[in-house]
């Protein structure tokens, strides 16, 4: 017999919401002058954090994770292609 505390801990929604947390305390660190001296690749790191937490909110939250192939292809190419313009935008504008 589990107990809701266990049941918690196991789910799958727990393991994610905890790489968010991870990763939004990755960005901070990232972004209080720490890890890398370069203030470009810092900001892309911090960009690439946040477009994978996009994706975990909305594969997990949102359950695109188990929505049509074709709305879930659509989510992710969105992702992809967003984070890609805005990365260009700032290192090649």
Known sequence: MTTPLISLVKARFTAVWLVLVAAT???????TDHGLS??????????????IKVRFVGLYFMELRDAPHVLRGLFEGYCLVVCAMILGFYLFA
């Open 25 to 31: 305390l990755i960005s901070f660190w990232l972004g």
């Open 38 to 51: 370069s203030v470009e690749a810092r900001t892309v790191l911090i960009m690439l954090v946040a477009f």
